[in-house]
């Protein structure tokens, strides 16, 4: 199975600052057939199941605000958040689609500072 | 509407089995493979098992193998998790989710949103 690494493991941001999270692959999810990369992030709020906003590494799920975008190719991956706002508070996770099973990070948890 | 509807769970005691069911109604759930994925309270999301659209290819983790079985029913739109042998650490919210499906342009995941099951004595 494809493990996911991320880090930190969590994070404390002042609103309206920026944050980032890192997201490792211990193999490729790039598919050379069509160059994209089969990773995805989520964003989970308590009593609530995840909500994905990034797939294929970089592409915002519709509806989701541009202040989160995704980065990486290969086995190095960041989801940044521009301009961190209250609703952002929330556990992120990444997750790898490449292969079956579909194997996630073990979470990053974002705060306000 | 897509969407998932998990029941099933309960409070079981150690050594106990329960069945999970997860309803799919709204769409063709029959070429989609699926995923079980369960949340202790506190933890990060962890992966159970994976069954592919036919049947032909199941995967479990190594934390519930030899103990669940995942099967579905493509003509009631179902997939199910028999779980056997429950113990303190299976004590988690469990997931029903489908698999990613991409095209060329674009790709679709969907979760429900969950049933607990709660193994205590």
């Known amino acids: 199975d494809i493990v996911m690494t991320q880090s930190p493991d969590s994070l404390a941001v002042s609103l309206g600052e920026g944050a980032t999270i890192n997201c490792k692959s211990s193999?490729?999810?790039?598919?050379?057939?069509?160059?994209?990369?089969?990773l995805a992030w989520y964003q989970q709020k308590p009593g609530q199941p995840p909500k994905v906003l990034i797939y294929w590494a970089s592409i915002r799920e519709s509806g989701v605000p541009d202040r989160f975008s995704g980065s990486g190719s290969g086995t190095d991956f960041t989801l940044s958040i521009s301009s961190l706002q209250a609703e952002d508070v929330a556990v992120y996770y990444c997750q790898q689609y490449y292969s079956p099973p579909s194997t996630f990070g073990q979470g990053t948890t974002v705060e306000i500072k | 509407e897509e969407q998932l509807v998990e029941s099933g769970g309960g409070l079981v005691k150690p050594g106990g089995s329960l069945r999970l069911s997860c309803a799919a109604p709204?769409?063709?759930?029959?070429?989609?493979?699926m995923n079980w994925v369960r949340q202790a309270p506190g933890k990060g999301l962890e992966w159970v098992s994976f069954i592919s659209s036919s049947s032909s290819t199941i995967y479990y983790a190594d934390s519930v193998k030899g103990r669940f079985t995942v099967s579905r029913d493509n003509v009631k739109n179902s997939l199910y998790l028999q779980m056997n042998s429950l113990r303190a650490e299976d004590t988690a919210v469990y997931y029903c989710?489908?698999?990613?499906?991409?095209?060329?342009?674009?790709?679709?995941?969907?979760w429900g949103q969950g049933t607990m099951v709660t193994v205590s004595s």
């Open positions: 709204g769409f063709s759930f029959s070429i989609y493979s």
């Open positions: 193999q490729s999810v790039l598919y050379s057939s069509n160059n994209k990369n089969y």
């Open positions: 989710a489908r698999d990613f499906y991409c095209s060329d342009t674009s790709c679709s995941v969907l």
